[in-house]
Each structure stands twice: as structure tokens, then as C-alpha cells.
């Protein structure tokens, strides 16, 4: 708006000047720049704007209008080989190898009828700094694709989570206090083979700090976890469970 | 004094004034407590063998003690090192809540929950009025634990009973020097027994 008042001011200025002189006169000394001057005088100043607005929604058009730029290819995750670690902010992660047994007492994993046990060994570490309930990640942390959501009998087949060295169930991870623990799936019988390929799919938790919406500074909860690595495991078959090593855990 | 001057001399005091007051704001900020303060817990120092008393909670820190390998009687054992805290408590006002949910221990910034394993040897049982009941709460340390630094020197162990709401309640202290304890020698946790 200011603009366009300057400029009705420009040609208020530019016309008593030219008043007492002969029309003719003055459309002789007419020069063009004067006439752009009167000319943007009398151009309401929405225009002006309406104007610039399309020339930058044209310019705009030309690089894929006002839709969102593609964003970068997301990388893919990585594959980890057994014996690699992972590390998020919760855990060093690190799978040893995957079992299939017919029954691991004290995993946590009762196989039904038609059912069989994948337990898949592997070592975490709690690297924050305040104990961490096992049970509550491993559910979301170590996931399977390729396994059935439901069991035979219809209820959700969900996983356990144990110690393997005296098989507590859903123990408590202390900080810095490696752990080695056996995950563990009801599996159908005839799903999986000695030998066969299973990808184990690790997410990570992110850090929610309740300090943001004026929470005490400690307090803080672990929530959406979205995929970030694979583990290819081989899968051992190891029968009713000869290996008297996995029989405790 | 020419008009200048004290003009001057009137925009210098606006200056000291503004530059002050930022100060001031500085200073208030500085010794206000954090938003945490008003909900602090109540912390109550037990010293060894002293009877410290907490809201509806008499307890004594009998023994501190370490262990390489900690065993029981029903065949489990696991690698330490372990930290071993022998205390006798007793309710003083009410039973019915009367249950320690929270036994922690502090080192530096991380916090230690009194193990889950062996199950028997959690202290989960209510504790009783007039009744102390003794039992030993072990922590599983990380290795670096042992070392001889500023955090180790000043573990804090505590125990109260609510372990989800902590604010406002009451909560026994017993500082440990972790450098001063032997974690040479394996141990035998009791059973989980209380009273004994």
C-alpha cells in the first residue's frame, strides 16, 4: 500500500508542473520514464502484488510447483552378520546365532500343538544410564517378518525374552552390565529348516525427554521404534534339544 | 554542568539501570531451584548400624559388602562383581503399603536396581510393624565399578517404598565407598527368608 501512495504522490508532484503548460507541450516532454512513473501510480498496489505473486508461482511451476521436493533416497538398513553389534541408544545389540528347538523350558515360549521354538541368542548391553526392563523393548526390538502373527490356536504369537545363563524371565538390564539373553518365537514346525536363512529385523527406540512438556529433567520414556538394521541368521537345528548348553536357558 | 552533559549523564543512569536489571534477572535465574525442586523426595542418612527412621520405615544398614560370585542354596550362581547390602527393616505405621519397592543404588549418573535374579533373594515380601525382618539386597555392578574414581567413593544406596511415585516421600541413604570394599572373595546370598 505504501508503494502504491508514493507513487499516486510521484504523479500528484508530476502533474501541477505540467498544469500551466499547453497540453501539447507537455505530452511532448512526456518521457517514458515519467509515464511509467504516472502509469504505476495509477496501478492499485494489489495488483502489483497479485502480479509479483503469479510471476513467483510461474517461476515455481517451472521446478515442480509447490509440491514437496523429493527427499533423499532413504539408505537402506544395514545386514549384519551374527557376532556384529548394533548400537542404539538404548543397547549394544549384538545376535549371536538362531536355534530352532522343539521346546526351550524357561524361555517363556510354550509351543503349542504343530509348534516349534526359534531362539535366537544374543548379547545386550544397557549403555544409559538407568535400569531397563528387558521385556518392555524386546518385543519391538527384535522382530521377524517372515513369522506368522498368530499361533494355532488363535491367540497373537508373541516373543519372550530370557537370561541364558539362569534363564530369568524378562530380567532387568543394568547399566553397562552385558547380558546374555535368548529371544525367543513360537514358530509352526514345518516353517523353518536346519540351514535355512532368517532375517532378523533390530528397531531402535527413540528417547522422549518430558522435560519438553515441563516434566522433572530425569524423567523421560523410550517410544517409536522403527526399524534400523537386519541380522541374516542361519538357522541350527538343534531337534528336541540335544544341546544340553541351550536345556537351562 | 552544560544541558549535554547531563543529558548524558541522564541516558548513562537509563544504561546502568537496564544493565542492572539484566543482572538481576541473571542472578534470579541463576538461584532459582529447578522445576524437580518442589518435588524432591525427603532423603533420611542411615549410618551403619544406626536405625534410620522414614515415613512408616524403620530400617539399619547392617553390612556393605562385596563379592566376586554370588551363590545361594538352590544351586544358582552368577558372575559379579556384585555389590551385597544386608539391612533390617520393619514397617513403623501401616503394613498394607509397606513393601520396598525401590532399592536402588547410585553411582555417578547411573542407577542400579537391586537384582531380579535369583528370585528368591529379592526382598519383595510387606514388611511388618514391630517385626524386623532382615534381608540382603544385591547389585550386579559393571566392571568399571571397581575402579577407583570420584563416583565410586560416593555410591548411594536408598530404599522407600513407592518406586513409580517418587515425589515427596521419604527415602533412606546409606552412602558407600565402593573403593573400600573387597570384591575378591565370592559370597552366598541367604535364602530369601525373611526374619531369621
Known amino acids: 500500500m505504501r508503494e502504491g501512495e508514493a507513487f499516486t504522490q510521484a504523479a500528484d508532484v508530476a502533474a501541477p508542473a505540467s498544469a500551466p503548460e499547453d497540453p501539447a507541450s507537455a505530452q511532448k516532454r512526456t518521457t517514458p520514464r515519467q509515464w511509467i512513473k504516472v502509469a504505476a501510480g495509477k496501478v492499485p498496489a494489489t495488483w502489483i502484488t497479485v502480479a509479483a505473486t503469479a510471476v513467483f508461482l510461474g517461476a515455481t511451476a517451472g521446478f515442480g510447483g509447490l509440491a514437496d521436493a523429493p527427499g533423499p533416497e532413504p539408505e537402506p538398513l544395514p545386514v549384519l552378520a551374527a557376532g556384529e553389534t548394533h548400537t542404539n541408544q538404548q543397547f549394544d545389540i549384538t545376535v549371536e546365532r538362531a536355534v530352532l528347538i522343539d521346546e526351550l523350558p524357561g524361555s517363556g515360549t510354550y509351543p503349542e500343538e504343530g509348534e516349534r521354538v526359534l531362539a535366537v541368542v544374543a548379547t545386550l548391553q544397557n549403555i544409559t544410564d538407568d535400569p531397563l526392563l528387558s521385556s518392555q523393548f524386546s518385543e519391538a526390538t527384535f522382530t521377524i517378518e517372515e513369522l506368522p502373527a498368530e499361533r494355532p490356536s488363535g491367540d497373537e504369537a508373541t516373543s519372550s525374552i530370557a537370561r541364558v545363563d539362569d534363564s530369568t524371565l524378562a530380567p532387568w538390564l543394568q547399566p553397562d552390565v552385558p547380558v546374555q539373553v535368548v529371544v525367543t518365537w513360537p514358530v509352526p514346525a514345518d516353517l523353518l529348516g536346519a540351514g535355512d536363512l532368517v532375517r532378523l529385523t533390530l528397531s531402535d527406540y527413540e528417547r522422549y525427554d518430558w522435560a519438553r512438556l515441563g516434566g522433572s529433567e530425569d524423567d523421560h520414556s523410550w517410544v517409536d521404534p522403527a526399524p534400523a538394521a537386519y541380522v541374516d541368521l542361519e538357522i541350527e537345528d538343534v531337534g528336541a534339544g540335544a544341546d544340553s548348553e541351550e536345556d537351562g536357558g | ?196
Request: no cysteine; aromatic share 8%.
Open chain 2, 1 to 196: 554542568m552544560s544541558p549535554l552533559s547531563a543529558t548524558h549523564l541522564h541516558s548513562a543512569g537509563r544504561w546502568a539501570i537496564g544493565v542492572g536489571l539484566v543482572a538481576a534477572a541473571w542472578g534470579v535465574m541463576a538461584l532459582t531451584p529447578d522445576t524437580d525442586f518442589p518435588k524432591q523426595p525427603f532423603p533420611v542418612a542411615a549410618t551403619l548400624g544406626e536405625p534410620a527412621e522414614a515415613r512408616n520405615l524403620r530400617l539399619t544398614v547392617l553390612d556393605v559388602s562385596g563379592a566376586s560370585e554370588l551363590s545361594d542354596a538352590h544351586g544358582w550362581s552368577g558372575p559379579g562383581p556384585w555389590l551385597l547390602v544386608e539391612f533390617e527393616a520393619e514397617a513403623v505405621s501401616e503394613e498394607a503399603t509397606a513393601s520396598l519397592q525401590r532399592i536402588e543404588l547410585r553411582i555417578g549418573d547411573r542407577t542400579y536396581r537391586a537384582t531380579d535374579r535369583p528370585l528368591f533373594a529379592a526382598p519383595r515380601e510387606r514388611l511388618r510393624i514391630g517385626l524386623p525382618a532382615t534381608a540382603t539386597a544385591a547389585f550386579e555392578l559393571p566392571i568399571d565399578a571397581l575402579e577407583d574414581s570420584a563416583q565410586n567413593r560416593r555410591a548411594v544406596v536408598s530404599f522407600a517404598y513407592d518406586d513409580i511415585n517418587r515425589q515427596l516421600d521419604s527415602v533412606v541413604t546409606h552412602e558407600v565407598d565402593l573403593t573400600q570394599i573387597s570384591f575378591a572373595a565370592p559370597a552366598e546370598i541367604p535364602d530369601r527368608e525373611w526374619s531369621r
